[in-house]
């Protein structure tokens, strides 16, 4: 078997699998739903997702481990990820294969060369890291005040290291490496970073898994899957959308132009292999520098690594198609360097690097002077349960999407710009849109995301029940009555569906009963009443419909309001229960009114979980006139509306 | 024959070096995989800080004792006052740092009564160096911005002159305190920086009307010591009062009554508030302070339920008659 169809195969395997993984994402327990399929798994293989989360939170959350089956390969065999394993990249060939179709070998070949601007990867690598790792950058920068010891040892490492330099006579390097340790210094034991600065978790953005999970769970699969009862029975809609589909779209035709546009230019995970492909044992190159340089093995080159020249391993994606072209065998994948040299490291300068690497830490004051991890926290947001407090959330959440296909009720979507370039496509709920609220014994997000962003908790913790019970239920946020736009407070409709449809038990929604005059009492006199029904002059209730058995006729008793409800009525006579006592109704004052009994819904905050029910039930279908606000969720204390009593 | 290598002995240098380095970052990358490995997860809380506590600053040994001195003139009422109690001298000593925590709440001029007023925060700051202090320190966590309020007030003005210290809050200056036996002032931000560098503290505020709990006098005036969403705490205004009460145990207490604000509190923003009623209350019992302020502003101890309630904690004595306080009259 020539070796690239064995790489085909893989690829292939890899993309069904993926595309398996999409499917059966999907709350059931049928055997090609979620019941135990591991769907993160290419996520988890992905080290840069693990790289990224061991920046921001010091710890290699379960599956993520598998990030480092991927390195261990890498460092011995080179990129082969990307050319055997990642689905974007197959994706990227393939659609890449299909656009230089049609074009002369001259054309391959000059689209195949070597470009400077594949640096561009790294830099994107080098930002998304730096701004990762800020909260490392300060505990080394805060060492002297928090580590005096430490610091004591590194100032006597550096004295030592200045000494041999100076014995070597390079008195400059003895100068910058005093300067840069008495600047530490000063720094380190000058103060402390405000609060905003601590590390930011963006791999998301442009890692390949991530996006393509987020793109294939959140737009492909609602445009195919919609015909397909089996893979959700309701239309799914995703909210913010439009920029994920463009990206998408963009990386794939790109391909077109440029084959495996995205891989060579853009992929950070690529660069971070890259980077550590350098070390590899075996290697793409030459056997022999006399060839005949018919360059035709690079006409299919899928990495543009230049393998008929100095090959550079750090782009090479392992598709050995340049080894497949050669008519002279002279190609072959050895742990010899290649013939005709080799460059292993990235085209990245050290200036390129230093800057790359400050514009990742800059982003992060830049992201969050709006305040939206400070005072200015955005209320709409409403996070699902289990979601760790904003900050640590935005540590872990790598914006997969892998919640928001979960979700059975379709209402975690990708928030837009909404929570700043920071929340970008987390996910947050949306009770308008999808099939209910949050379901009260539903955990399925916090256990199906790959970095804890929202903890795997259990329905006991959920539900604060059994050993939780001290600390309550999960709460989400807290429903508000929007009194001017709810039916029975501003419009005198009966209507309370929110109260009926709460889920909580004892209901966090309670009512309060009241009669409100709608046709008043100088609108009406009587003429005759009868024990069971009386007539009036004129046509009151002419456009009226008074006997749905919310309406009652009122007239003042000694203490408080009589009333009798109306049972049936024309333009002039209503007919009432009980049976009049002729003596309690004040004929001769006239003073009677026709009064509609309201139960006018209220919020018990104590109760209230947040969970969205009443929000998505509530017939005011536009802006709801009961809506959930983050107010009183459970993660973060800051968030805290009421004393617990 | 030449020494140079052959080239396949180069390749194999190369191949071993590589090798080897390849191995080293293998073994590095499972090292560090696995001391971060985490099968667990987070927990459902945000890390916090340690928390703190707040040592007891009332000098031992003494009797509580309690002046009121009625006059309109703030630095003589203040004398004599303090000459009742048995001169500040009996309460701070030479070398004490001390802590004044005022009130300066507000961006409002100190003719609205709002807050401490600045001539009696630089005669007590003259006084405590006075007696011998080596340093002492103005603070509040006022509720509107800091800086005005410190400047428009006239305390940042007054505390300068007098060579004490102000200290600004700034983030960093709050560290979580539990208080014993509390139930809202749990793990919850206190402005502990300037806790740090004292062995005294002084509470010295204006008698105030304030809507919500009834009155804010010397009690009311720790609130100030508190960061974070503090507000939600007027959800159980006498409870908190009590509770910050419980939290500080001060040297001494100051509550001017020279004006009182009579309504519209704890703003106020008009003279028309204003009341002259000429009286300077210098304790050691902040509950029998609070008590005789209320007759200030003509409430009693039904209206004012945290002077019980702090009374029943053992704070204090809302009975101030029991410490025979010495009234003063000096006009």
Same mark, same amino acid.
Request: aromatic letters at 8%.
């Given at each position: ?35 135990? $399929? ?29 990030? /480092? ?47 400077? $601007? ?75 970073? +405000? ?42 809609? =995703? ?28 992929? &950070? ?25 018919? %360059? ?33 065998? !002279? ?47 955005? *209320?709409?947001?409403?996070? @699902? ?22 979700? @059975? ?7 837009? /710009? ?70 029975? $407070?501003? #419009? ?102 026709? %009064? ?50 | #024959?030449?020494?140079? *290598?052959? &080239? ?21 990358? $499972? ?56 001169? !500040? ?79 600004? *809050? ?5 560290? @979580?305190?539990?208080? @014993? ?65 419980? #939290?500080?145990? +001060? ?68 009975? =101030? ?11």
């Amino acid at each position: 078997m020539r070796i690239i169809t064995a790489r085909r195969i893989s690829q292939i395997f890899f993309l069904l699998l993926f595309v398996w993984f999409c499917l059966v994402t999907t709350l059931g327990d049928r055997w090609w739903q979620l019941r135990g $399929w591991s769907v993160n798994w290419l996520i988890e293989l992905d080290p840069l997702v693990g790289l990224g989360t061991i920046l921001t939170t010091r710890t290699l959350y379960k599956g993520l481990v598998w990030g /480092l089956v991927t390195i261990s390969l890498t460092l011995l065999l080179g990129r082969f990820f990307c050319g055997w394993i990642c689905p974007f990249g197959t994706i990227h060939q393939f659609i890449g294969y299909l656009g230089k179709r049609s074009r002369s070998v001259a054309q391959r070949l000059s689209l195949n060369r070597y470009h400077r $601007w594949q640096a561009i990867k790294y830099w994107i690598l080098i930002f998304l890291l730096a701004s990762a790792s800020l909260d490392l950058v300060f505990d080394l920068l805060y060492l002297p005040q928090n580590a005096s010891r430490v610091f004591a040892g590194i100032i006597a490492l550096v004295l030592v290291i200045s000494l041999i330099i100076v014995w070597r006579q390079s008195f400059r390097a003895v100068i910058s490496i005093f300067v840069a340790a008495g600047v530490w210094m000063v720094i380190g034991l000058g103060g402390q970073p +405000p609060s905003f600065f601590s590390a930011s978790l963006q791999i998301g953005l442009l890692d390949p898994l991530p996006l393509l999970y987020r793109s294939i769970n959140l737009v492909v699969l609602p445009i195919v899957g919609g015909g397909f009862r089996e893979i959700s029975p309701a239309l799914r809609y =995703y909210d913010g959308i439009g920029l994920i589909g463009l990206i998408f779209l963009l990386a794939v035709f790109l391909n077109l132009k440029i084959p495996r546009f995205y891989c060579r230019f853009i992929c &950070p995970l690529g660069a971070l292999l890259g980077v550590l492909s350098r070390y590899a044992i075996w290697r793409i190159g030459k056997a022999d520098d006399a060839c005949r340089d018919c %360059q035709l093995c690079e006409q299919h080159c899928d990495g543009a690594c230049a393998p008929t020249s100095k090959v550079r391993f750090s782009e090479c994606v392992l598709c050995f198609n340049c080894m497949d072209s050669c008519r002279h065998g !002279l190609i072959g994948y050895r742990s010899a360097p290649s013939a005709a040299g080799e460059i292993t490291g990235p085209d990245v300068t050290k200036r390129e690097f230093t800057i790359a690497c400050l514009s990742g830490l800059a982003a992060i004051p830049a992201m969050r002077l709006n305040g939206h991890l400070a005072a200015n926290w955005i *209320p709409t947001l409403i996070r @699902p349960p289990g979601a760790l407090a904003e900050k640590e959330f935005l540590a872990r959440c790598i914006k997969c999407g892998q919640c928001m296909r979960i979700c @059975p009720t379709n209402i975690l979507h990708p928030t837009g /710009l909404a929570s700043g370039i920071e929340g970008l496509w987390t996910p947050a709920a949306n009770f308008r849109i999808g099939s209910s609220g949050c379901q009260l014994k539903c955990i399925a997000c916090g256990n199906v995301c790959p970095t804890a962003a929202i903890r795997p908790i259990s329905l006991d913790e959920r539900l604060g029940q059994k050993r939780f019970e001290r600390h309550g239920p999960i709460r989400i946020g807290t429903a508000f009555v929007d009194r001017g736009r709810c039916l029975p $407070w501003a #419009m005198d409709k009966p209507c309370i569906v929110c109260q009926e449809n709460c889920p909580v038990s004892p209901k966090a929604i309670f009512t309060r009963v009241s009669f409100n005059t709608v046709i008043d009492s100088h609108m009406l006199t009587i003429r005759f009443a009868a024990a069971d029904q009386i007539e009036f002059d004129g046509t009151p209730f002419q456009d009226w419909r008074l006997d749905t058995g919310d309406y009652f006729l009122a007239g003042p008793d000694t203490q408080d309001y009589q009333r009798w409800a109306i049972q049936r009525h024309t333009a002039n006579r209503l007919w009432i229960r009980p049976n009049l006592q002729q003596a309690r109704l004040p004929v001769s004052e006239n003073q009677v009114a026709i %009064q509609i009994r309201l139960q006018r819904p209220f919020v018990e905050p104590n109760r209230c979980i947040g969970c969205g029910v009443c929000e998505h039930e509530c017939p005011v279908r536009g802006k709801r006139a009961i809506r959930v606000t983050a107010e009183n969720e459970s993660r973060h204390r800051d968030r805290q509306l009421l004393l617990q009593s | #024959m030449t020494n140079d *290598p052959k &080239p396949s002995d180069l390749n194999r240098r190369q191949f071993i070096i590589r090798s080897t380095k390849a191995g080293a970052a293998l073994a590095a990358t $499972w090292a560090v995989g696995y001391g971060l490995y985490d099968t667990v997860g987070p927990s459902s809380q945000a890390v916090r800080q340690t928390s703190v506590s707040l040592a007891d600053f009332s000098v031992s040994g003494q009797q509580p004792r309690m002046c009121v001195a009625r006059g309109a003139d703030r630095k003589k009422s203040l004398a004599y006052a303090l000459k009742a109690v048995g001169g !500040l001298e009996s309460y701070i000593k030479s070398g004490d740092r001390v802590l004044l925590k005022v009130n300066a709440a507000f961006a409002t001029p100190p003719m609205l009564s709002a807050t401490t007023h600045p001539i009696l925060v630089t005669e007590l700051c003259r006084r405590c160096f006075q007696a011998g202090a080596a340093n002492v320190i103005v603070t509040d966590n006022p509720i509107n911005d800091p800086t005005s309020c410190f400047t428009l007030t006239g305390i940042a003005e007054a505390a300068r002159s007098a060579g004490a210290e102000l200290i600004v *809050p700034r983030q960093q200056s709050f560290r @979580p305190i539990t208080v @014993p036996n509390a139930r809202l002032i749990r793990d919850w931000p206190l402005l502990y920086e300037p806790f740090r560098q004292v062995n005294k503290v002084i509470g010295i505020t204006p008698v105030k009307d304030h809507h919500r709990s009834g009155a804010s006098m010397v009690m009311k005036n720790w609130y100030g010591l508190l960061g974070g969403r503090r507000n939600i705490f007027h959800q159980e205004v006498h409870t908190i009062i009590k509770e910050l009460a419980m #939290m500080v145990r +001060p040297t001494l207490v100051i509550l001017d009554g020279t004006t009182t604000m009579m309504r519209n509190g704890p703003t106020g923003g008009s003279l028309s508030d204003l009341k002259s009623t000429n009286t300077m209350i210098v304790s050691t019992d902040q509950v029998a302070a609070d008590a005789f302020g209320a007759t200030l502003l003509g409430k009693n101890l039904s209206d004012l339920p945290f002077i019980a309630q702090a009374q029943e904690a053992g704070i204090g004595t809302a009975d =101030y008659q029991s410490l025979n306080p010495q009234m003063v009259d000096i006009s």
